[in-house]
């Protein structure tokens, strides 16, 4: 089942610590994944997935920084796909490539799009890689779906979850456990309040309609 326009969701939930852990297909004639989660659960949604996409791969799989649960599963999601390409920041390029992955990549910066049969995404900065540095987060224009990562981050269990906010008041509730330095966070946010999501398909926590 969908959870907005063509996306399916997926979760992990990790009861000790009150933590869902979301992956997506973007269900495009292109199709497109946004985070592998751990290497557990990418085994788990490999059938899935598979069962969802037909005779259709991935052709991208978009990670917006490098860690367990953005891109855990990436290996093993290239072993079963292995014409699907990376999508990320050049420092999660690095990242991959210094831990073994040599699969396809596609390096993308703020500003940059990615256009494909039935999407087309944007990029901004996301402080979110080691030491600070910049990651990404995914903009789909077409729909209108952000893809916040870590950011609009809520505990519990909430697989297909929806809560409903305004787009302003999600972005300023952003606070320093996201981004811990003052001036980066406040970049950021800047540069999110120049887009207009309707739908935030969040790494953690229930999803969120936005006016
Ligand atoms: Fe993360
Ligand atoms: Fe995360």
């Known amino acids: 089942m969908t959870i907005y326009d063509s996306l399916y969701q997926f979760t992990e939930y990790i009861a000790p610590i009150k933590l869902s ?3 997506y297909l973007l269900a495009a004639p292109e199709p497109v994944l946004i985070h592998t989660g751990t290497a557990d659960q990418t085994e788990r949604i ?20 490098f860690e367990s ?14 014409d699907v390409t ?25 500003g940059e799009t990615l256009e494909g049969d039935g999407f087309l995404f944007s990029f901004v900065n996301y402080p979110s ?7 990404l987060l995914f903009f789909e224009e077409v729909r209108k779906i952000l893809f916040s990562s870590d950011l ?7 697989h297909g979850k929806l809560i409903e906010s305004v787009w302003r008041d999600e972005v300023y509730s952003i606070d320093m456990s996201r981004v811990p330095n003052e001036e980066k966070l406040k970049s950021m946010k800047n540069e999110l309040l120049k887009i207009d999501p309707e739908f935030i398909a969040v790494g953690h926590g229930p999803c969120v309609r936005v006016d």
């Open 46 to 65: 490999i059938p899935q997935l598979k069962e969802i996409l037909g005779s259709v791969p991935p052709k991208y799989i978009l990670v917006s920084h």
């Open 21 to 23: 852990i979301h992956q």
């Open 86 to 110: 990376v999508v990320c920041s050049e420092i999660c390029a690095r990242q991959l490539a210094g831990f073994g992955y040599d699969g396809n990549i596609l390096v993308k910066r703020a």
């Open 152 to 158: 609009m981050f809520r505990l519990g269990d909430s």
């Open 129 to 135: 890689e080691v030491h600070l540095q910049n990651g």
């Open 69 to 82: 649960d953005e891109c855990g599963g990436i290996s093993i999601l290239k072993n079963n796909f292995p």
